[in-house]
């Protein structure tokens, strides 16, 4: 069993429609990192949260340490919001490495 | 520079070559990596530095090497490329490996894609 886990890995949405996409992980983390990677190939940090709720524009982050679960939103949605989107933790574990361990990502596309 | 460039953007290489991608940022940050990202298994640390002249394994460092003479360059190298080392390569960097905060936000380069024949 993978330690990061997303949901779903695909996902299509009409413009203008609320997104919500999903992270549980396993491990205790020190922080969690959402990543956007565009159809080009270029990866993006888009939050690094380690409790509550981050916003930035149409984008939240929220993040439940208890429930190792964290949930990012996008706010109406637009056809330039299709990418790939990745989590990753920081686990407690990894040390001085501080490492960071990934999801696999899920692919969304905002038809207009 | 600004930010963090990768060289070459895409190569094609024969098995049993040795090959070296460049990656140098322009921010002074002490700590870089080297990923490597495959369909269905997202991003995997190759290698990472936490500073100029000190080295550490990641989760899948067999059949590479990284140097860290200075702060701004982290090459890795494929000493002899097989087929399983195709795939898209990742440099990133962040202000500090060890410090909490936004200081570990990583800024990723645009990738190197790497096909071994």
């Known amino acids: 069993k993978n330690e990061v886990e997303q949901s779903p890995q695909n996902l299509t949405a009409q413009e203008g429609e609320f997104i919500t996409i999903n992270c549980s992980y396993s491990?205790?983390?020190?922080?969690l990192h959402w990543l956007q990677q565009h159809p080009g190939g270029g990866i993006v940090s888009l939050f690094m949260?380690?409790?509550g709720k981050k916003k930035h524009g149409r984008l939240i982050a929220t993040i439940n340490i208890q429930e190792k679960h964290s949930s990012l939103h996008i706010t109406a949605s637009h056809p330039r919001d299709s990418a790939v989107y990745i989590c990753?933790?920081?686990?407690?574990?990894?040390?001085?490495?501080?490492?960071?361990?990934f999801g696999s990502g899920t692919q969304l596309t905002v038809l207009p | 520079i600004a930010g963090i460039t990768q060289a070459p953007t895409s190569q094609i290489l024969a098995a049993g070559r040795r090959m070296t991608l460049r990656c140098t940022q322009d921010m002074r940050h002490n700590a870089m990596y080297w990923y490597r990202q495959d369909l269905g298994l997202g991003l995997r640390l190759i290698h990472y530095?936490?500073?100029?002249?000190?080295?550490g394994k990641g989760e899948v460092p067999d059949g590479y090497s990284v140097s860290r003479a200075n702060t701004d360059d982290f090459p890795l190298t494929l000493a002899s490329a097989v087929p399983s080392q195709t795939s898209v390569y990742f440099c990133a960097s962040s202000y500090s490996l060890t410090s909490g905060g936004n200081r570990n936000e990583q800024f990723f380069g645009p990738g190197t894609r790497l096909t071994v024949l």
């Open positions: 491990v205790g983390i020190s922080a």
């Open positions: 949260l380690s409790s």
């Open positions: 530095s936490n500073t100029a002249g000190t080295t």
């Open positions: 990753a933790v920081r686990p407690i574990s990894s040390g001085s490495a501080r490492q960071l361990t």
